[in-house]
T-cell receptor
Framework: DTAVSQTPKYLVTQMGNDKSIKCEQN?????MYWYKQDSKKFLKIMFS???????INETVPNRFSPKSPDKAHLNLHINSLELGDSAVYFC???????????????FGEGSWLTVV | QKEVEQNSGPLSVPEGAIASLNCTYS??????FFWYRQYSGKSPELIMS????GDKEDGRFTAQLNKASQYVSLLIRDSQPSDSATYLC??????????FGTGTKLQVIP
């Protein structure tokens, strides 16, 4: 079973459309994340949720809205898509205290979003 | 100044040589440091984590941390073509916030 799964893997859409990316983890982790990786491979955090509560919200346009119905799911909805939104979006999860306990952050396989 | 800096490369080394990857960070309060490997078209995967000054070895990989110099490195001994990938340095500087560098592309030449 895939530990962190996200769908769809590929998404091509037109400017102005609204789209969603879904993410689910079966690791029992408390914390989930959305990262954006641009064409230069820069991986930047967008949001982090701990047990359904938002704990990190970086400077992201409010066209991006995360939703966590439960601690195993973190979805990303994007309104009014723009060309600059084209990137790979990675969902990830980790135990809450992973930085101290020596655990790691587990990434999903990524969702390739192309806005045309 | 970027929070976590890496040379983008590509760094080319012959097969069997030692590859040395470097990373500097700006926040002196950073406590945890990680190296991830990312193959093209794939997600990042953890290679090494290091929390205290000095060296940490795991197989062919050695992570080195110098907090005074705000510097962390990854050495790959006996480099193999399968090591060709982008290596991302990651730093924990605040509450649950992981900051990644831009990555160094490594090419191991057979």
């Amino acid at each position: 079973d895939t530990a962190v799964s996200q769908t769809p893997k590929y998404l091509v859409t037109q400017m102005g459309n609204d789209k969603s990316i879904k993410c689910e983890q079966n690791l029992g982790h408390d914390t989930m994340y959305w990262y954006k990786q641009d064409s230069k491979k820069f991986l930047k955090i967008m949001f982090s949720y701990n047990n359904k509560e938002l704990i990190i919200n970086e400077t992201v346009p409010n066209r991006f809205s995360p939703k966590s119905p439960d601690k195993a799911h973190l979805n990303l909805h994007i309104n009014s898509l723009e060309l600059g939104d084209s990137a790979v979006y990675f969902c990830a999860s980790s135990p809450f205290s992973w930085t101290v306990s020596g655990n790691t952050i587990y990434f999903g396989e990524g969702s390739w979003l192309t806005v045309v | 100044q970027k929070e976590v800096e890496q040379n983008s490369g590509p760094l080319s080394v012959p097969e069997g040589a030692i590859a040395s990857l470097n990373c500097t960070y700006s926040d002196r309060g950073s406590q945890s440091f990680f190296w991830y490997r990312q193959y093209s078209g794939k997600s990042p995967e953890l290679i090494m984590s290091i929390y205290s000054n000095g060296d940490k070895e795991d197989g062919r990989f050695t992570a080195q941390l110098n907090k005074a110099s705000q510097y962390v490195s990854l050495l790959i001994r006996d480099s193999q073509p399968s090591d060709s990938a982008t290596y991302l340095c990651a730093v924990i500087a605040g509450y649950q916030k992981v900051t990644f560098g831009t990555g160094t592309k490594l090419q191991v030449i057979p």
